[in-house]
């Protein structure tokens, strides 16, 4: 079992930038990619990244290129997502998601854990 708790979202100013974190807790947060996924109102699950277990690729939703970046510190047990130049649009409850094995891509039936997600909301 892997606990995910992710923290960060917060009421932001557009063209900002913010920098969403995961914890993870519980089984070995090695030999998992990490995801993240994003739930605006009224709008179904997306997909915002990935990274591979060891953090050496990262892969990005096409709409999310440039101004989106993954990381993560297998030290720490913790995965970040930063955001840049913050839209209006960016508005949702991130997760961050868990998938056993070296990489996992844009479908959440890969990921095998997921945290409550945390709030962002960018006013204008």
């Known amino acids: 079992q892997v606990h995910l708790v992710e923290s960060g979202g917060k009421l932001v100013q557009a063209g900002g930038s913010l920098t969403l974190s995961c914890a993870a807790s519980?089984?070995?947060?090695?030999?998992?990619?990490m995801g993240w996924f994003r739930q605006a109102p009224g709008k179904e699950r997306e997909f915002v990244a990935a990274?591979?277990?060891?953090?050496?690729?990262?892969y990005y939703a096409n709409s999310m290129k440039g101004r989106f970046t993954i990381s993560r510190d297998n030290a720490e047990n913790t995965v970040s997502l930063q955001i840049d130049d913050l839209k209006p649009d960016d508005t949702a409850v991130y997760y961050c998601?868990?998938?056993?094995?070296?990489?996992?891509?844009?479908?959440?039936?890969?990921?095998?854990?997921w945290g409550q997600g945390t709030r962002l909301t960018v006013s204008s």
């Open positions: 990274i591979t277990w060891r953090g050496g690729a990262a």
């Open positions: 519980g089984r070995t947060f090695n030999g998992y990619a």
């Open positions: 998601a868990a998938a056993f094995g070296s990489v996992a891509g844009p479908d959440p039936k890969h990921y095998d854990y």
